[in-house]
């Protein structure tokens, strides 16, 4: 595919030069951690850097990011997460003007009787019950009112960061979606522990390859999180490898991310499949 | 108030130092995030309100989904008639959608009800030497479902769900002849890359579509691979996609895999439960009556006309003339005519029709105006087309938010020039 020559020589001269600035925007590092969660998705301002691509005959652009706005906190948003993100992403819900009950349980209902969603009737009712309580024309302002002004504390850099980038594959109990996003729950320490620079690159450049993780084969590619700060990033590993029980599953001897861990790996920046061919034994 | 007109508030407003203008830190004055959604009532907005993004071989385009994608061309890329691809709306049923694909292993199958069944590389249809070109509009069916009132659930899409391109390709019919089509076929299906999760029984998880073989659609149809001179970027169907000059998106299947003869009508998913219209006057009915009405599905675009400058965002000094300018199409036939009025719809005028890439391409339009009074007033903009159709004011309503083509209106305001 044709590029820029200007593109790719920029590209050249970043990859050749140890210290370069972070590929993905710089506007995030103004974002200190006691800003409450933006109504941007994360990323919204990230600019890929050109590459060039190999020789064969296969044509392929990097990973999609995942870009999903945040959803209203509540009950049933974990439901509705976990279910509607097999399909899509929670940005279908998000994206829709407010809707009375009956155009929202229309709306469950084709899901489920269109498209065969096949979703347990318990936890259809579960995510029904959330969409009417906050995303209804009665309901919706107070509910993005509670989402704006929601106290960034309570939950850390890492947990937000994880709930906004990470949860809508991997879900936000970490158990990720059989046959599409891989579990981080046992997984996230198992490669701490064995391919810890692995780690990292894999939330900065994303990866694309098959893997093994808890028992299942994956093939999915991962998109990069590049665009997120060194904080943010050093704060995300420490939470999944930490979260839902993995703590006990840690070697004692493990040192938490750094964010100046994130920076030196990002210094050297890698495709998606190079991350994958260099995860390691 | 200094001597050149500006003062120093007005400067440190600019540049976002104003009291209060720091309202979400870290964000300039006029930056401030908004939520993703409008409504209840209908989006006020010519386009719709996410955020830009920017993706692989993309410009910054409007994001309205990230999995499967959905992307939205933003207004000022309509100045002109032919859309570049780096902004050309992107939209994608089903996830995952290809990111890659390997050309020693891709072929299009022509295939079913056929006497030779194909088997054809990107270079086996590059080479051939029925290549073609037509300039043409590819609108989602959507487009605009954002005005609808009451609203509909969907992609909320503004007006910038369009694009007009310059398509190479090779005639489907050539291909269809080249694999001898058996006596009983009635329709030929297509059939993309992109893979959903639904169960295999119901066929949501292929995106396949069908047009009828009989018909001057088909006669229209091009296998494209080139688009404005250039590959089809991923997002917008590389290494080959369907195009049907004057039908709406849901026909021009992306990263075409299968031409599939049939011989007897496509009931599957996407024909026979999506995208489907009422068969009343515009495709239009009433919540009321919706699930009682017959339906179709939708094929033919109506005449639409759009204006992109001004566009309200900056106020206009009285006596000092400007030039409104925007677009016009129809599926139906050129464009014959497109009207301007600066009150609001009282009176109208002709507007002057730029160069014409075609019966099916964006036709441009311009109208100098000199505004004669201060205060508020609004453009209109209506359009008409060889079937003799007009714009009209009238809502369009059905329960999937097709169709939309009322007459576009834009608010602007004229100041005082001393």
Known sequence: ??????????????????????????????????????????????????????????????????????????AGRDALVAHCSTCHSTAYVSLQPPLPEAAWRATLDKMQRTYGAGVPEAAAEEVLAYLVAHYTPETIE???????????????????????ACAPCHQPDGRGLPGAFPPLVGHAPALAAARREHLVRLVLFGQQGPIQAGGQRFDAAMPGAGHLTDEELAGVLNYVTRAWGNDARLPASAAPFAPEEVARARARPLTPREVHAQRGP | MNDDGISRRDLLQAAGLGAGALAVAGLARGQEPAPPYTGPGPNPYWGSVGPLVVLPQKAPLIQLTDRPVQLETPRHWFLEPITPNAAFFVRWHLDPHPTSVDLSRWRLAVEGHVERPLSLSL???????????VVAVNQCSGNSRSRFQPRVPGAQWGNGAMG????????????????????GAVQVQLEGLDRGQGPP??????????LDLEGDALDRALVAFGMNGEPLPLLNGFPARVVVPGLFSTYWVKALAHVRVLDRPDDGFWMARAYRVPLTPRGSTTPAEAAGATTAPISTMPVRSFLVAPDGSAKLPVGLPVVLR???????????????????????????????????????????????????TTLCVRAQDASGEVQGDAPVWNPGGYLWNAIERQEVVVGPAS
């Open chain 1, 1 to 74: 595919m044709a590029r820029r020559p200007e593109a790719l020589l920029l590209a050249l001269l970043l990859a050749g030069c140890p210290g370069s600035p972070p590929t993905g925007s710089s506007t995030g590092s103004s974002s200190g951690s006691s800003a409450p969660p933006s109504l941007v998705p994360p990323g919204a301002l990230a600019q890929p850097l050109s590459r060039l691509p190999d020789e064969g005959p296969v044509y392929a652009i990097d990973p999609l990011p995942a870009r999903t706005p945040p959803l209203v906190p509540g």
């Open chain 1, 142 to 164: 107070a509910a993005y009112a509670a989402l704006a002004g929601a106290p960034a504390g309570g939950a850390d850099v890492g947990a937000r960061t994880y709930e906004a």
């Open chain 2, 123 to 133: 270079e086996d249809l590059v080479r051939r030497d029925d290549v073609t070109e």
């Open chain 2, 164 to 183: 007009c391109a310059r398509w190479t390709g090779v005639p489907l019919r050539a291909l269809l002849r080249d694999a001898g089509v058996k006596a």
């Open chain 2, 201 to 210: 029984e119901l066929g949501s998880g292929r995106y396949r579509k069908a």
């Open chain 2, 326 to 376: 925007g677009l016009a199409f129809s599926g139906r036939g050129a464009v014959t005519r497109v009207d301007v009025s600066t009150d609001g719809g009282a009176t109208w005028r002709q507007a002057r029709l730029g160069e014409d890439l075609g019966p099916y391409a964006f036709r441009a339009w311009s109208a100098p105006w000199t505004p004669a009074r201060p205060g508020r």
